[in-house]
């Protein structure tokens, strides 16, 4: 009995996320699918999502990396509340997160900005990396809180300095978090929707992303839409297999 | 070349460390004590004042994402050295403390041992002005033990700055280290020369570790009162004073003693520790000594823990020194 009240919901979430995968691969246009995901309009979007996916990665390692460090080293007072906001994005609706970008950076907004954000790719940029921080803030964070100081003081005693130390000792330490955060924020940015339609809109060419594109095709062309689906599925696969062992075990 | 002057005051909790440490340059100081005396937290103090300074840990710490040729050559590269130059100046350092063969392992590939003699190697390399050892033999085996302390003895003798040596085993202090500092409590309580601390100990930890015998009491015209009975010694200190007989110069017996030595107590075997063909017998009675016997004497006077037996010491084998 009590290994059918176990058994049973188990199989159902397992079926839950693997039946519709499966589905995916049903109903795939093999047959069409070098000709659909060869066609102009989709490597328009594929490339457009993954530079704007990589530059999304960039900011987050430039920015969250920093943000990281003050979160695990510093003892400034009111970090927990810091850290909370940060992380917000991981369970906020992204199309919250594209109201509040808008009210920020669009025009008359909080942050008066010298060039135009919204509707821009950079702007697809910018939503993407408010919804991808969090994830790289958080392994990093952990990362640093796991790494054994007393490896930065011995090669102080050996005459590193700060940027030495970083460089030479905390950077290839903290290599594994810092792979498998950046790993997750680039396929959270990747996959990026909600925030991304919200402030950037879905204009072909500069804003509109592999996920908007199959959203947008979904209602004109159904295979053309799971074609566009397996290449992001696809990307996904590889970065499960890249977090393989760190995650999958 | 550099020397080292540290007076450092922490109060952590109940605990109070207030202590002075100078070291000249060219000067090995030993820095000893009992567990939790603050020798750590001295030499963490000495770190946090003094960056750059080359330090062993007790745990080594060695990089792990390095092998060892680049956990050596780490300092070498951090002083401007250029890669390749590093690596063979690395490899020389590994050499001299007998590990080059295990140059391109990762710590982890390293026995305790090996990593211990990498460490070494580590903080010698950059020839730094101050040098903290902190029991560079912890983790070396018995087996080991004499081969890594003559490599880092010639490495010492070349070393033109300041060395602080923490250790447990007085071996160690006697091969490597000039002068002695004990601390107990936080505090300093004897600093001197590696001879004079061992014969002239100034606390029960320190004369144990010396292997003596220590007593402490008042020195009149008769010898040294020590509370429960006076001490016969050829001596012309007065007032309070310590009083040291090394191990060897007690003789026992199980019968009253015929010799002609003036300092002759009572008591019982308390404990019998053998050291190859002889053995340290201590006893207790109304004084608390340790002798040092043969074995064969330990055999042919039948001595066992509970025995009774009688402590003879000459007065001339009785150190007294001012306390």
Redesign the interface.
Known sequence: MRRLAVGVPAAAAAALVTVPLVGLLARAPWRALPDIVTRPAVLEALWLSLGCSLAALVVCLALGVPLAWVLARSRLPGLAVVRAVVLLPMVLPPVVGGVALLFAFGRGGVVPLPFTLPFTTAGAVTAEAFVALPFLVLAVEAGLRQL?R??E?????????PW?RFR??TL??L?PSLAAGAAVCWARALGEFGATITFAGSLPGRTRTLPLAVYTTLQTDRDGAIALSLVLLALSVVVMAGLRGRWTR | MDSLDVHVVRQLGAFALDARLTVAAGEVVALVGPNGSGKSTLLQAVVEDNPGVGLVFQDRLLFPHLNAVDNVAFGLRRQGMRAGAARAEARRWLERFGVADYAERTPDALSGGQAQRVALARALAPRPGVLLLDEPFAAVDLHGRAEVRRALRAALAEHAGACVLVTHQPIDVLALAGRVVVLEEGRVVQDGSVEEVRSRPRTPWVAEMAGVNLLEGTAGPDGIDIGPAVVSASSFVRGPAFAVIHPNSVTLSTRPPQSSARNVWTGRVAEIDPEGDRARVRVTGAVDLVAEVTAAAVRDLGLSPGVEVWAAVKATEVEVYPA
Do not use: E, I, S, T
């Open positions: 054994d007393r490896y003081d011995a090669a102080a005693a050996l005459g590193a300095g030495a030479h000792v290839p330490l290599g």
